[in-house]
């Protein structure tokens, strides 16, 4: 059997999502905020790999559906709560929800999210339950621990790139990794196979952010849809910020004082010119292209058809951009 | 096989949950606030419960020790949050976490229980597994849901007395009912003793509750532990407030005008007048009793031996007392 494409997988999630009836009457206060989280849109990547997974390896993208939902609630739990930590207002255009509503709200409804999502990824056979279960939560944890990292960086004097890479392994990688795991063991892929998704899943994540870093400095703000050197303005610990400060060479001085001019084009022009200069943009690719490799490596080493790794292989390249 | 002691039981916990080892290093930012958080001490009657079913029908508290951290865990995890939402600053005489930390590691740490929490109630027998999880995860909704409308109430203009019932079932009762029923299921108890032990640990959180409400306005300072008074001058939503404002009476508008008067002795000693007038003293203790009563009445109704019934009835009078 064929897969469907990213955009059908897609289209199938948004409609589903859609469907779910939350309580309404004096619990609106409670699940409104959720269904206005979960309808903002966006790629739906994370779904739609426990899609891919169970009809890769079971042929039952439907099988998997409820677990898919539980992995966009969860993802979307994150943004809830990140958001508030983050004093973030706005998402996808739109007010976030503490914004909307009010920052109780974005604690507690994101309480409730995560909770509804352990129960839409526990609806799998019984047999499935206990690698199911125990696969989500690691990867709670995971995505927890990367956001401490993350929020720890912000005050840090000293980051090394391992440091980095961590957090951004527990953000970002483990999600995919852990979605498209799930899947493939609904669809009934052996314990190698699933750990080989999740490797394929979690690299994939590391290389989609590294390019989102690039992007950020070296891309192009009209397909990038986000304004050109926003992470320098908010001097953000990216790849780039990290992987400079490494070097030690007294360029670093040179990158510290730019990173004094007050946020705006001229501090990014110059912060830009430094990563240049310390050969970031090539660095950037590099990885870029290190961490790809690798995920097509465990992509490759499944017990997949050459049709099958097509597809995901296609997901990657979707998700990572040619944007070179 | 005769039961243990509640303060038997409670000591097993204590000292489990203080040889609990989370990581460090780089991340004790994250889990170092959950051991703050954990060792607070306190009666524990929520692992205690656990650790009973457990003993009553299976024999088997150690096989219920980590559902029973988890519930613990679980019941905390809620006090994290619920203290970052009312903005409370001091809990069993310390800063809570939000204080002693931050807003952030509040909601963080938080998260961080409510997966430790699942993932430790996720360690029974696999028969056992998905209607332990089941039980969870709809008491975790049932307790969200009930600190919602608790929120609710600060605003509400009016509260009937089955909206405050349907927030302490959801705030209070659940957790205890869960707690027991989950013991009982890992135990091996049938489904039929299961919602039994669930029914007398719902009956037994709402008596609790009632009466603490009743003791804040009728105890005594020295055996209650807290001022008397306090949710009269925080105008909380309790028993008292709801049963008399429902009463439609003229005493109506001196109770509204009493709690007018600014926050002190005098307008508890004014509000206090009123419910006695009102008749609140013996309501409160009459509803106490009902639900103790349904309570009791489930505890009887299971297949347990008449010496483990005489455990659960003292741990209902522990808990609910007897400062009449």
Same mark, same amino acid.
């Given at each position: 059997?064929?897969?469907?494409?990213?955009?059908?997988?897609?289209?199938?999630?948004?409609?589903?999502?859609?469907?779910?009836?939350?309580?309404?009457?004096?619990?609106?206060?409670?699940?409104?905020?959720?269904?206005?989280?979960?309808?903002?849109?966006?790629?739906?990547?994370?779904?739609?790999?426990?899609?891919?997974?169970?009809?890769?390896?079971?042929?039952?993208?439907?099988?998997?559906?409820?677990?898919?939902? !539980?992995?966009?609630?969860?993802?979307?739990?994150?943004?809830?709560?990140?958001?508030?930590?983050?004093?973030?207002?706005?998402?996808?255009?739109?007010?976030?929800?503490?914004?909307?509503?009010?920052?109780?709200?974005?604690?507690?409804?994101?309480?409730?999210?995560?909770?509804?999502?352990?129960?839409?990824?526990?609806?799998?056979?019984?047999?499935?339950?206990?690698?199911?279960?125990?696969?989500?939560?690691?990867?709670?944890?995971?995505?927890? $621990?990367?956001?401490?990292?993350?929020?720890?960086?912000?005050?840090?004097?000293?980051?090394?790139?391992?440091?980095?890479? $961590?957090?951004?392994? !527990?953000?970002?990688?483990?999600?995919?990794?852990?979605?498209?795991?799930?899947?493939?063991?609904?669809?009934?892929?052996?314990?190698?196979?699933?750990?080989?998704?999740?490797?394929?899943?979690?690299?994939?994540?590391?290389?989609?952010?590294?390019?989102?870093?690039?992007?950020?400095?070296?891309?192009?703000?009209?397909?990038?849809?986000?304004?050109?050197?926003?992470?320098?303005?908010?001097?953000?610990?990216?790849?780039?910020?990290?992987?400079?400060?490494?070097?030690?060479?007294?360029?670093?001085?040179?990158?510290?004082?730019?990173?004094?001019?007050?946020?705006?084009?001229?501090?990014?022009?110059?912060?830009?010119?430094?990563?240049?200069?310390?050969?970031?943009?090539?660095?950037?690719?590099?990885?870029?292209?290190?961490?790809?490799?690798?995920?097509?490596?465990?992509?490759?080493?499944?017990?997949?058809?050459?049709?099958?790794?097509?597809?995901?292989?296609?997901?990657?390249?979707?998700?990572?951009?040619?944007?070179?």
């Amino acid at each position: 059997m064929i897969m469907k494409t990213i955009a059908e997988y897609s289209a199938e999630i948004e409609s589903a999502l859609r469907s779910i009836e939350y309580p309404g009457g004096k619990l609106s206060g409670l699940y409104q905020p959720i269904e206005y989280a979960l309808s903002a849109g966006g790629k739906r990547i994370r779904p739609v790999l426990v899609l891919m997974g169970a009809d890769a390896f079971g042929d039952c993208a439907a099988k998997g559906m409820k677990a898919a939902l !539980g992995i966009e609630t969860f993802h979307n739990f994150t943004l809830l709560h990140d958001d508030v930590m983050d004093k973030s207002d706005i998402r996808r255009g739109r007010p976030t929800v503490h914004k909307k509503y009010n920052e109780n709200t974005a604690i507690l409804s994101g309480d409730t999210m995560l909770t509804l999502a352990t129960k839409y990824v526990a609806e799998v056979e019984d047999d499935k339950l206990r690698r199911v279960l125990d696969t989500f939560n690691d990867m709670a944890l995971r995505v927890y $621990e990367g956001q401490q990292l993350d929020m720890d960086f912000e005050t840090a004097s000293e980051i090394s790139l391992d440091d980095y890479l $961590e957090m951004i392994e !527990g953000k970002t990688g483990s999600l995919l990794g852990a979605a498209v795991k799930i899947g493939a063991l609904i669809g009934g892929a052996s314990d190698k196979d699933a750990d080989l998704m999740y490797e394929y899943g979690v690299m994939t994540g590391l290389a989609f952010q590294i390019q989102d870093d690039w992007l950020d400095t070296f891309g192009d703000a009209t397909t990038f849809g986000k304004p050109i050197g926003g992470d320098i303005n908010n001097v953000k610990k990216t790849y780039l910020y990290v992987a400079a400060m490494a070097e030690g060479s007294k360029d670093v001085e040179a990158l510290k004082s730019a990173y004094q001019i007050p946020a705006g084009d001229v501090r990014v022009k110059a912060v830009t010119r430094i990563y240049e200069k310390l050969g970031m943009n090539e660095k950037c690719r590099k990885a870029v292209g290190h961490y790809s490799a690798k995920a097509l490596k465990a992509l490759n080493a499944t017990s997949l058809s050459e049709e099958k790794k097509e597809s995901f292989r296609k997901l990657a390249e979707k998700l990572i951009g040619r944007k070179k």
